[in-house]
């Protein structure tokens, strides 16, 4: 199962961007870059996932290295809402979502 | 509706009984998940079913026991489990699998075991 590495924990201001990394540095072709958050008593929740080019959704961006060893999750303007642990997660073909550690991604206001 | 449902939200059981947790998604999806989080660590998969046939165990000790009735429901039956099992539930389920598709998780079932 393919690894990532993530901070710890990140710390923003409110409305302002921030950009979360995560290293694949062992990605294969075919696997995908996935990310999840996990607000405190929730379920994870998807917020945006690509292969090769870069990805834009309601929620967030994503941007891949050309090479695809790293990845950056791009939330615009942070609210407070967005206090969650964010998971960077390599899907391949198996239908494994491998969770790592993630980061604790702190908003304040 | 892209909701996934589990019931109970809390469970709380002795080492010699039987329970079972249920989560339930009516989005026609084909692929169901379960997996098991403790406290401040990330969420582990357990078990993955394909088209009501299970098609991935975790190694997951016997004393847990999925089902997958029909392509809406999956069962996780509990059965002599330990303290140690004490953990948040989570279901999952996807369209058919595919490694670009999304997981829709469910709130989870927390479950004590004493």
């Known amino acids: 199962d393919a690894k990532t590495t993530q901070p710890n924990s990140m710390e923003s201001n409110e409305e302002e961007p921030v950009h979360l990394p995560c290293n694949h540095s062992?990605?294969?072709?075919?696997?995908?870059i996935h990310w999840y958050r996990q607000l405190p008593s929730q379920g994870p929740e998807y917020v945006i996932h690509?292969?090769?080019s870069n990805v834009n959704n309601r929620m967030a961006s994503l941007a891949i290295a050309e090479d695809r060893k790293s990845s950056t999750l791009i939330l615009h303007r942070a609210t407070l809402r967005d206090a969650a642990v964010y998971y960077c997660?390599?899907?391949?073909?198996?239908?494994?979502?491998?969770f790592g550690s993630g980061t604790r991604l702190l908003v304040r206001p | 509706d892209t909701e996934v449902t589990q019931t109970p939200k809390h469970l709380v059981m002795g080492m010699t009984n039987k329970k079972s947790l249920k989560c339930e998604q009516h989005?026609?999806?084909?692929?169901m998940y379960w997996y098991k989080q403790k406290a401040k660590k990330p969420p582990e998969l357990m078990f993955v079913?394909?088209?009501?046939?299970?098609?991935i165990n975790e190694s997951v000790p016997s004393r847990f026991s999925p089902e997958c009735p029909n392509s809406s429901l999956l069962n996780l039956h509990l059965h002599a489990l330990q303290p140690e099992d004490s953990a948040l539930y989570l279901c999952?389920?996807?369209?058919?699998?595919?490694?670009?598709?999304?997981?829709?998780f469910g709130p989870g079932t927390r479950l004590l075991v004493l």
């Open positions: 690509g292969l090769t």
């Open positions: 999952a389920s996807s369209h058919v699998g595919l490694a670009e598709e999304t997981q829709y």
């Open positions: 062992t990605i294969s072709g075919t696997d995908y």
């Open positions: 989005m026609g999806h084909r692929a």
């Open positions: 997660i390599l899907m391949d073909s198996s239908y494994k979502l491998i």
């Open positions: 079913y394909s088209y009501e046939k299970l098609s």
